[in-house]
Each structure stands twice: as structure tokens, then as C-alpha cells.
């Protein structure tokens, strides 16, 4: 019903910054929240940063300070900016999203895009 689709990955330097981009089409709703995940190879999948459908926004203590998410309603589309990005950032970088408040849990989200890889070099 909802198609993700995330893009912006690729290699980048300590220290650098990325910005990656999640377009939403199909039966979308201006109240939903999204999300992004991360996964690095051999680790669980866990939360970075979400943002709800009035823009109230949470971060992982891991990129607080550092990634910035928004979106943007009238695109259907979330953004995940990061900056002084760290070797221990890259992973596959997953859009995820689901109708009412904000959860930490990928549990709760009913629609996921494929996701894009994000490697970070010393």
C-alpha cells in the first residue's frame, strides 16, 4: 500500500556528511510518522532518528547533535542529514514509517524500504 524508497548513501570520509532521502508513494497520509533504522554487518538493527506527522522529532544518543531529521509533506519525502559522520555510522540506512506517534521500536512500523548503504572511511 506504501512504498519506501531510500537514496543518498555512498562513501564518505570521517568527518563528512551525507544526506539521505526516503520517497513515500502509494496510500500515504499526511499523519504518519517515520523513521530510520541502521544495521551494520553482524549487529542487530537498531533506532536513529524519527519524526512525526506535527514534526516532533527524536534522536538515538548515538547521532544526537549530529544527524538532523525532517521532512517534508508536500514531496512525501524524509530526510536524514548527517553530519561528522563516524566509521562506527556505516550501515544499510532503512526508511521506515507508520500511522500515529513516534516509537523506538522497528516492531512498530508496518512499511520499510530496501535501504541504502553508508560506509563511512578513516
Known amino acids: 500500500q506504501v512504498q519506501l524508497v531510500e537514496s543518498g548513501g555512498g562513501l564518505v570520509q570521517a568527518g563528512g556528511s551525507l544526506r539521505l532521502s526516503c520517497a513515500a508513494s502509494?496510500?500515504?497520509?499526511?499523519?504518519?510518522?517515520a523513521a530510520w533504522f541502521r544495521q551494520a554487518p553482524g549487529k542487530e538493527r537498531e533506532f536513529v532518528a524519527a519524526?512525526?506527522?506535527?514534526?516532533?522529532?527524536y534522536y538515538a544518543d548515538s547521532v544526537k547533535g549530529r544527524f538532523t531529521i525532517s521532512r517534508d509533506n508536500t514531496k512525501n519525502t524524509v530526510y536524514l542529514q548527517m553530519n561528522t559522520l563516524k566509521p562506527e555510522d556505516t550501515a544499510v540506512y532503512y526508511c521506515?514509517?507508520?500511522?500515529?506517534?513516534?516509537?523506538?521500536?522497528?516492531?512498530?512500523?508496518?512499511?520499510w524500504g530496501q535501504g541504502t548503504q553508508v560506509t563511512v572511511s578513516s
Open positions: 519524526i512525526s506527522w506535527s514534526s516532533a522529532t
Open positions: 521506515a514509517a507508520k500511522v500515529g506517534i513516534i516509537r523506538t521500536s522497528g516492531d512498530d512500523y508496518g512499511y
Open positions: 502509494g496510500r500515504t497520509s499526511r499523519s504518519y510518522t
